[in-house]
């Protein structure tokens, strides 16, 4: 029984409902332990593979789930049964952890080039908050990496007496941390979630004699983690499979001479016809956004709010032989767009390298090249970056990139908002390890020497039905007068595709009033055309009649990697976190 108090003299009292056994397991129990009280280890195993999709499950499976089932329902150790009653069957479906909605392992084929894989990539990764003075900070380095991040981004700056490197937003107020301490929490932490391989991007305004001693920072800290090419540009990427525990270095290679620049009017003169790939800064504004969830579209009005990373840094002085020790360390040749996109994005049959481009250049680049860059992806690495308006760490929609083989979409881990959820949604693929093996029709080139064109009219591949069924967990999770003050919760569901343009929807279920453990039941079905990239969304809010519905958990999940049959999909809070109890029971087909 919960009592809720109103108007402070009166009360109002609401029975704690038990949900119901959904009409779908309870068919399903009846049907497979043949009329019987229990499931046997063996109907079990029917279930599995007849229902669940699980084609190579076997009896000793089936006896495992059971005695986990067993163990965790009734808190003991030993069971001599292997077998389920209704509740227990019940109990085992709606387990995060044992019948979860997308395969833990990673199970794509890692021995191809590692370009032939989105990279789970960030931006500004040292960042604690907003793009102009927030703080730099090796936390969220770390945090970063313990999620499966796998491309991390330093920007690398001398410090005020010019001896030392830190690592900072340039032309911004934000407070600089030191390159060893970023170093040191790279190596701790590389592969506390993932085996495979850590890329750091710089973003280098240093001297040659601090880019020497960048070097010798990278070679004694990575020690042979560190993947060194053998020769000075490589003719094709190694694959995952050889690069497992190593790290990795982009950049643009250090230029082998560099006129002096003693004049400061020059160097200022130089600086205003720097081309739109360098990052502008303006004065930090008023007040920055603090609502992020919605994640507005900014303006476009500041073409040249770009990425510093293809900034030059100017020096009175340059010694070849100093900088060779740190350009022997650079496996992924970096650079920006030079003598047009068109040219830029040339295939070089002798080398690959890494081209960036912001947001709002590759929609650019999309409209008038968008076969050229499917082909410059296939062999070369794609960058994309945020535009510099992003003053408030927010992102932009990544479909765009990955419907052209993009690899490494840049996005500000510590943001917020639905395009960070996708991105999160993404890379659960693989077993989480930050590299998702692009689909083959963005790798294949066709007899008459076609690849994938992402602006052609597609037929419909795939239908996925989804039905969610129910959600509990909200009363571990939250207080009781966190929804409402005065009742129970009224939760509803909104389920979509976030994909190619043709897949894009969203729909949501009845609302459920007043009640913690709410039952649906109800039945959507997605036509996909693109099924490969196309990501399952799933949100939770509370209807609130006089005020914003409420936030309850979001999830987004990778339709290629969806188990069929009945599943429990956990919800996440808005930075992504796990919640620790809140899920949802819903059964996923393709029909």
Known sequence: MGTYRMCGCFTRKFKFIEAPTPPDVKAAFDKYAEGGNQMTAEQLRRFLVEVQGQSGATVSDAEEIALQVLQKRHHMAKFRRHALTLDEFFQYLFSADLNPPIDTKVHHDMTAPL???????????????????SDCSDVPIIKALKRGVRVVELDLWPNSTKDDVHVLHGRTLTAPVELMKCLNSIKEHAFSASAYPVIITLEDHLTPKLQAK???????????????????????????????????????PPKEYLEAQTNKDKEKEKEKEKDSDDDVWGKEPAELAADQEDDKTDSDASENNQDDEDTDASEPEFNSSRALGYKSLIAIHAGKPTGGLKKALKVDPDKVRRLSLSEQALEKATMSYGTDVVRFTQKNFLRIYPKGTRFNSSNYKPQIGWMHGAQMIAFNMQGYGRYLWQMHGMFRANGGCGYVKKPDFLMNVYANGQVFDPRAKLPIKKRLR???????????DFKKTHFDTYSPPDFYTKVGIAGVPADETMKKTKTKEDNWK????????????????????????????????????????PVSELKQGIRTVPLFDRKGEKLNSSRLLMRFDFI
């Not at 070097?215 to 053998?230: D, I, Y």
């Not at 005020?547 to 309850?552: G, I, R």
Request: contains cysteine; proline residues 5%.
């Open 214 to 252: 960048v070097a010798q920072m990278v070679t004694e800290t990575f020690g042979k983690m560190l993947f060194c090419p053998q020769s000075e540009c490589l003719k094709e990427f190694p694959s995952l499979k050889d690069l497992k525990y190593r790290i990795i270095i982009s950049t643009k």
């Open 466 to 476: 989804v039905r969610v069924y129910m959600g509990d967990g909200w009363n571990l």
């Open 115 to 133: 370009s032939h894989y989105f990279v789970f990539t960030g931006h500004n990764s040292y960042l604690t908050g907003n793009q102009l003075s």
């Open 518 to 557: 709410p039952v649906w039941d109800e039945e959507f079905i997605f036509p996909l055309t693109v099924p490969e990239l196309a990501l399952l969304r799933v949100e939770v809010h509370e209807y609130d009649m006089s005020e914003k519905d409420d936030f309850a958990g979001q999830t987004c999940l």
